[in-house]
Structures are given as C-alpha cells and as structure tokens.
C-alpha cells in the first residue's frame, strides 16, 4: 500500500508539472491586414485574398492547423473566410497567411447603402476578428483594425 501511495504521489507531481508547462505566459501574437486582393467568385459571390502578416513575439515556436477570420468594413459584416493551413512560425519570426473570403451579394447591398451616406470612401474604418487553431490549448485568437486609404 505505501509503494502504491508513494507511486501515485510521484505521477500527481510529473501531471502537474507537465499542467505547468502547458500554461506557460506567452505574448499575444500581433497580426496585420497587409493587403486584400481579388479572387474569382462565383455567380454572385465575391471572393478575396486577405493577407496578414503574423508575427511571433514569443521564445517558443507557434504551430497552427487552420486560420478563420471575420471582415467587418464601417461597423458593418462584409467578408469571412478559412483556411486549413497548416504552418508554423518561428520564435521572434514572422509570416505572411492568406486567407480566401467571400463576400455575399447581401453583404455589399448593405455597405453600398452604408457606403452612400459617407462623404467619402477614404479612411474607412476596418476590423479583423480571427483565430489561428492550435489544438485546445494553442488556438490565438487575434483582432486589427484600421482604414483603408485610397491611392492619390
């Protein structure tokens, strides 16, 4: 009996020590919207390419197995997409992901008519909700936001 107590005493310590391990503090990873350009779509669907650059502020690698994200454009949904991409990004490294989003025809009625009260297209605020998956405990969530500015 006290072999028994003494080996259970010993495999508590290593399962919590390994907890530990797991739990480690790590910084938020920084992500940036760096470009968005078109793809083809399908009947009235619009596709695009959002590029963001992902960097790693971390000492430790960050393997990730897939990327969804949400666009909203002036407050309003435009664009969600995924991507099981897999990949990994080295410590204090960065990468460029991209990600394919379709926009529905429902989708740009609702910013046109948002859009026509605007005096202006320039500065158009925008927000980037995503994750990067990394099993149950590597997922990273991640926002940006911004505005787009229209070439002079």
Known sequence: MPRLLRH??????ILTL??????QGRDPVNISVIGIDPLSGQDLELRMAVKLRVQNPNETPIEFDGVALNLEVNGQPLAAGVSDQRGSIGRFSEQIVVVPVSITAFSVMRQALGLSQMNSL??????VHGKLAGG??????FSDRGTFELPR
């Open 8 to 13: 259970l005493t010993g495999l508590f310590l």
């Open 122 to 127: 320039d500065g158009l605020p925008y927000e």
């Open 18 to 23: 390994s907890a530990c391990a797991l739990f």
């Open 136 to 141: 149950a405990f590597g997922t990273r969530r």
